[in-house]
C-alpha cells in the first residue's frame, strides 16, 4: 500500500518517514518502514521507493505529473522525487510536508520550495496545480472528512486550478476464491483503515488513513462543487484522476 502524510506535525521521535528518508540519504540502502494496519497483512515499503526517478514510476504516476502546470503544490512531498522532476523541467514547485526530516532530506537534495507546514492549516500563496501523489488524498483520514480538505485546497488553488491525485479501490482484500467480492457490512466505508509504521523498533503510533474508489471520489467531488477527470488507471484497482 502506497500514502503519505499525515493529520498534523509530527514529533521527531514518531517521525518514521523522515527518519527513514534520512538514513536511506546517508547510504542506508535497505532502510525501509514496516506497515501494519487493521485490515492487511504488515507490508514493507523500502525508503528507495521514495527516492525512485521519473522513469521508474508507474504509468499513471507519470501521467500525473505530466498534467501539473504552472505554479504547483506538491503535497506530502516525502523525500521530494516529484517536486525534484517538475523543478527540472522549469516550473515553480514548493513542496509541502509535516515530517521535519522529510523536509530536511528534500532541501539536501536540492528542492528549492520546501515548506514544514500542515496542509489542513497552511494559508500561504494560491496554486494552478496541486499534486496528492501516492494517496495523498488520504490525508483526510476518514470519508467523512474528505469535503474538509477538498474545501481547504479549494482555497489554495487559482481559478482555472486543479488537484491531481491518485488512490485505490481496497476492494481487492475482500476477494474470495471465486473471485467474488465480500465486503463486511459496516458503519465505516471499506477503505478506511488504521496504520501504525514502524522504523527500526519505533512506532508512530495508530493514525486513520483511507484511499477510495473513483465512484465514490467522483460523488464527493460533486457534493463539493468540483468535476473529476478520470486520467489514468494503475495495474492493481489504482487510478489517477483530477479535480477542477
Known sequence: MRFRGS???INEDKDIFGRCCKDYLNGDEDAHIIVHTDIAETDILPAKHLFREFDKMPHHEQTALQQAR???LDVGACAGSH????QSLGYNVTALDISKGCCDVMKQRGVKNVLYEDIFKYQGQTYDSILMLMNGIGIAGSLPKLPELLDQL???LNPGGKIIFDSSDLQYLYLEDDGSINIPLSDKYYCELLYNLEYKNKKSGEF???FIDPYTMDAVAGECNFKMQFLAEGPHYDYVACLY
Open 7 to 9: 493529520y498534523m506535525k
Open 70 to 72: 504552472g505554479n504547483i
Open 83 to 86: 517536486s525534484l522532476y517538475l
Open 154 to 156: 479549494r482555497t489554495l
Open 208 to 210: 486513520n488513513w483511507f
